[in-house]
């Protein structure tokens, strides 16, 4: 193989990078142990509810109430434990599961008053003061200086109304105005009205609440998130009237929006428990629009399950593969990676801030990954469906809400209909072998068993090809010659100095006391890595956060206004003497790259001053990373710094930030509607996956590898070196920095970005590079029963241009595809028939078929 020379970086040999796993010869015959049955635990609370509820709730459903009544549970944010009453509408449940308070079954239920209108679609209206529901609870019962109560409105309504509350003849009392004049809201709390001073996070959207948490301490929030503490003496009520949802006892008023939740506590919620039931209820009321997944929780329980194919993952090329192996007619089981801990994280990096879709030729986005997009535009964004960059740009809460209703079953008809795939959640995956003739066997950490007459490999790590015993390699190979030209490690010709937007290239200092080499180097600073230029590197891209913001402020959460966990502020004094140097550097894609993805909504990435959020050596040492643990602290690191970024900029007063970029970056915020369930390790409103942007372990076979020179300088129309076509990239070769580090290349010492690289020149006049069956299988010899779309053998140079998602989707449907084809064939999936595969995957329902060109 090119490029086994042995070469240094911080004492660890190539030859310690690069593993050649042995061959793995197939098992025939016998099946092993029967499967076992996985168990599915629920919460004593579910149980009480689901028996309680009219409409009596399908599994789906039920596992979605378990999931929010497990997240009121958790000891660190133990919200359920205060709710007196709860009301959520469901449009599976109707009014009459909208009567049950789901807290206590029976006590405190809701009794219709008039005559409210309650909307098939799960949520009511009211059109005067006498139409309401009532919910029992007497005012007084409430303790005069702790509780918390709100409502979930999806509509702004109209300006002077009153949603929920109780009052007495002199106005002391319980309610809330999510929308008067002007979008402030109006609130009591024990006490007479008071009126918001902030007007723009209140327009009536969503969660309002309120909550006392003192004799004289108010909080009002919105989405869950803090907004205005006020200071307003709380009074004993003159009477002890019940309050009522869709007006307010004792108050003229009543509520003209859309409310589809209610909550009220008789102990004052803190903000972190209000912050995680607002988010917690939210992301079930999303659920009901669109669908319930049927999940398992990762448990110690024996359990076997036997399938056809044995999908690993979350990232989107598994959630193609999984549907379209169960559309071909195959029984199919998914088992999420060990960072994956709910929904949110099994849409892939689609879900995880990766909106915006990126490409040269935007015809190439195209399969079952464009069906999703289409199924967002037209269905849930109620949009044009376009063929181009804005069009097919969505947040990642929708593709979220896409991978919910494909894999619920109960979703028949209209684009995209639903699979019934069960989802199975893991602590890691521990081991895969070969098992019953041409099949994989995986056992996950906690020792359950998956088994698969074909398995799908599609995270994004590419662990299964390590635990396979399949060849692979971490990091880059050899520069070569032509199109691999660009491989390799890049040396001083891949180091760039930072940039400014008004300044262009600066010299920044890299001693932590300037021009000073005994103080040590800044944090996230190295000195450059003991390798020739051209030699193999083993760095991965550096990680970040694709993050959701919005420039909406009544979807705005909060940056951090105090030091977040582990801040250093001299891991942004970089920016600080870029800064000093270019005193007018304004807000832009410098900073941050903000790209609209819908409306107001953006999805944020590094930016091009190249001390952005792209966090340096962060991909090197997840290379290096020998446990789940180690990663798992990596990207803890990258959320830290992150962060540390935005409250830098934001609140730490460093003079050197000009105040217009300030000011500018002030007017984006984390979107309060995305990033819903960060599960037991992340942070609300922030995804759980860090961007991995290369493999950790990518295949490389000794039979076919694809290369740059199968794509760059060719002409349109030219032979391939296979046309078993199963994906086509269309984008250039973007490589990100992978390290920060300090030399003199002329201008005296300076930090410098390394290892980026753009380059163009690939694909012909078309910008389409076809993918052949050969780079996502191993050779024969090794294994016959895996296909692994997301680490497939090709070098670092065509990987550089194929990791786009939409490319990665393509190749997921395919592998789905394959694996349907080649069991019912029997064939090894080298062997499997392509004319078939392809005539099959241009015969799907789907409105963009996959464009899967044969030549260049």
């Given at each position: 193989m090119a490029g086994l020379k042995s070469s240094l970086r911080r004492?660890?040999?190539?030859?310690?990078?690069?593993?050649?796993?042995?061959?793995?010869?197939?098992?025939?015959g016998g099946g092993g142990s029967p499967d076992v049955p996985v168990t599915f635990a629920y919460q004593s609370a579910t149980t009480s509810l689901a028996a309680a509820l009219p409409s009596v709730p399908r599994e789906n459903r039920k596992k979605s109430m378990d999931r929010l009544i497990w997240r009121g549970n958790q000891a660190s944010k133990p919200w359920w434990s205060k709710l007196v009453g709860l009301y959520i509408a469901d449009p599976e449940g109707l009014e009459a599961d909208w009567l049950i308070n789901w807290k206590t079954p029976g006590t405190y239920n809701l009794t219709k008053v008039g005559a409210p209108t309650f909307n098939s679609t799960g949520y009511f209206t009211t059109s005067?003061?006498?139409?309401?529901?009532?919910?029992?609870?007497?005012?007084?019962?409430?303790?005069?200086?702790?509780?918390?109560?709100?409502?979930?409105?999806?509509?702004?309504?109209?300006?002077?109304?009153?949603?929920?509350?109780?009052?007495?003849?002199?106005?002391?009392?319980?309610?809330?105005?999510?929308?008067?004049?002007?979008?402030?809201?109006?609130?009591?709390?024990?006490?007479?009205?008071?009126?918001?001073?902030?007007?723009?996070?209140?327009?009536?959207?969503?969660?309002?609440?309120?909550?006392?948490?003192g004799p004289t301490s108010v909080r009002l929030s919105h989405h869950g998130v803090k907004k205005e503490v006020f200071t307003t003496a709380s009074a004993t009520p003159a009477t002890n009237p019940t309050i009522r949802i869709?007006?307010?006892?004792?108050?003229?008023?009543?509520?003209?929006?859309?409310?589809?939740?209610?909550?009220?506590?008789?102990?004052a919620l803190t903000e972190a428990e209000e912050l995680d039931m607002c988010t917690a209820i939210r992301d079930y009321l999303d659920k009901t629009r669109v669908g319930h997944i049927n999940y398992f929780n990762a448990a110690n329980d024996g359990?076997?399950?036997?399938?056809?194919v044995l999908v690993l993952c979350g990232s989107q090329a598994a959630a193609e593969a999984a549907y379209e192996a169960k559309r071909q007619g195959r029984s199919v089981a998914m088992v999420g990676d060990w960072l994956?801990?709910?929904?949110?994280?099994?849409?892939?990096?689609a879900g995880a801030g990766l909106g915006f879709i990126d490409a040269t030729s935007y015809t190439s986005v195209s399969g079952l990954f464009r069906e999703v997009l289409k199924w967002i535009n037209t269905v849930y964004y109620a949009r044009a469906d376009a063929n181009s960059q804005s069009g097919l740009s969505v947040e990642s809460k929708a593709f979220v809400a896409a991978f919910r209703r494909m894999f619920d079953g109960s979703k028949t008809t209209g684009t995209l209909p639903g699979m019934d795939v069960p989802i199975y959640f893991s602590t890691g995956w521990a081991g895969l072998v070969p098992w019953g003739g041409r099949g994989g066997e995986l056992t996950t950490t906690e020792g359950r068993k998956f088994r698969?007459?074909?398995?799908?490999?599609?995270?994004?790590?590419?662990?299964?090809?390590?635990?396979?015993?399949?060849?692979?390699?971490?990091?880059?190979?050899?520069?070569?010659?032509?199109?691999?030209?660009?491989?390799?490690?890049?040396?001083?010709?891949?180091?760039?100095?930072?940039?400014?937007?008004?300044?262009?290239?600066?010299?920044?200092?890299?001693?932590?006391?300037?021009?000073?080499?005994?103080?040590?180097?800044?944090?996230?600073v190295i000195l450059p890595p003991s390798i020739t230029t051209g030699d193999p590197d083993p760095a991965l891209q550096s990680l970040n956060f694709r993050l959701a913001f919005t420039s909406a402020a009544g979807t705005m959460a909060a940056f951090d206004s105090t030091p977040p966990p582990n801040y250093n502020?001299?891991?942004?004094?970089?920016?600080?003497?870029?800064?000093?140097?270019?005193?007018?550097?304004?807000?832009?894609?410098?900073?941050?790259?903000?790209?609209?993805?819908?409306?107001?909504?953006?999805?944020?990435?590094?930016?091009?001053?190249?001390?952005?959020?792209?966090?340096?050596?962060?991909?090197?040492?997840?290379?290096?990373?020998?446990?789940?643990?180690?990663?798992?602290?990596?990207?803890?690191?990258?959320?830290?710094?992150?962060?540390?970024?935005?409250?830098?900029?934001?609140?730490?007063?460093?003079?050197?930030?000009?105040?217009?970029?300030?000011?500018?970056?002030?007017?984006?915020?984390?979107?309060a509607t995305t990033f819903l369930d960060p599960g037991d390790e992340g942070v609300v409103f922030w995804p759980n996956r860090a961007y991995l942007?290369?493999?950790?372990?990518?295949?490389?076979?000794?039979?076919?590898?694809?290369?740059?020179?199968?794509?760059?300088?060719?002409?349109?129309?030219?032979?391939?070196?296979?046309?078993?076509?199963?994906?086509?990239?269309?984008?250039?070769?973007d490589q990100h920095a992978t390290e920060r580090v300090a030399i003199n290349l002329g201008s005296g010492m300076s930090v410098y970005s390394s290892g980026g690289q753009s380059q163009s020149g690939f694909g012909g006049a078309d910008a389409k590079c076809p993918i052949p069956l050969e780079a996502i299988v191993p050779d024969k010899a090794t294994c016959e029963w895996i296909i692994v779309p997301t680490a497939p053998s090709v070098t670092k140079v065509v990987w550089y241009m194929f990791r786009m998602e939409a490319a990665l989707g393509l190749a997921g449907q395919s592998a789905g595809m394959i694996a349907a084809v080649s069991i019912e064939d029997d064939c090894a999936v080298q062997d499997v028939d392509m004319v078939k595969v392809r005539t099959r995957m241009l015969a799907t329902p789907d409105s963009v078929l996959p464009v899967l060109p044969q030549v260049n």
């Open positions: 004492g660890v040999s190539l030859a310690a990078l690069l593993t050649l796993g042995g061959a793995l010869v197939a098992a025939h005067a003061n006498t139409a309401y529901y009532e919910t029992g609870i007497p005012l007084q019962s409430l303790p005069q200086n702790s509780f918390s109560f709100g409502f979930f409105s999806e509509t702004s309504g109209a300006v002077g109304d009153c949603a929920m509350g109780a009052q007495d003849a002199g106005g002391v009392g319980i309610s809330i105005g999510a929308k008067i004049a002007s979008n402030f809201a109006n609130f009591r709390a024990m006490a007479t009205a008071v009126s918001s001073t902030q007007s723009a996070p209140f327009n009536g959207l969503g969660f309002t609440s309120v909550t006392r948490d869709g007006g307010a006892a004792g108050n003229p008023s009543f509520s003209q929006r859309r409310i589809r939740c209610a909550y009220v506590c008789n102990s359990a076997v399950t036997t399938v056809d994956a801990r709910s929904d949110w994280d099994m849409a892939g990096m698969g007459r074909r398995v799908i490999g599609a995270d994004y790590e590419g662990k299964p090809v390590q635990l396979a015993g399949i060849p692979y390699i971490i990091g880059k190979e050899a520069k070569g010659t032509g199109g691999e030209a660009f491989n390799g490690y890049l040396g001083s010709g891949g180091m760039s100095l930072p940039a400014s937007s008004v300044g262009g290239a600066t010299v920044v200092d890299p001693y932590n006391t300037p021009a000073t080499p005994a103080s040590g180097l800044l944090p996230d502020a001299l891991r942004y004094e970089a920016l600080g003497r870029l800064y000093a140097a270019n005193p007018t550097e304004p807000f832009g894609n410098g900073v941050i790259k903000t790209d609209l993805v819908n409306g107001t909504e953006y999805d944020i990435n590094n930016g091009t001053s190249r001390l952005s959020t792209d966090v340096p050596q962060s991909g090197l040492n997840y290379s290096l990373a020998t446990t789940d643990a180690q990663r798992l602290a990596i990207i803890k690191d990258v959320r830290d710094f992150t962060r540390g970024f935005f409250y830098w900029h934001m609140f730490s007063g460093d003079s050197r930030i000009p105040a217009a970029l300030k000011s500018g970056l002030g007017g984006y915020c984390i979107d942007r290369d493999p950790v372990w990518q295949m490389k076979n000794t039979g076919f590898v694809l290369n740059g020179n199968d794509f760059y300088g060719v002409a349109d129309g030219s032979a391939l070196r296979s046309n078993k076509t199963v994906s086509a990239s269309s984008y250039m070769m």
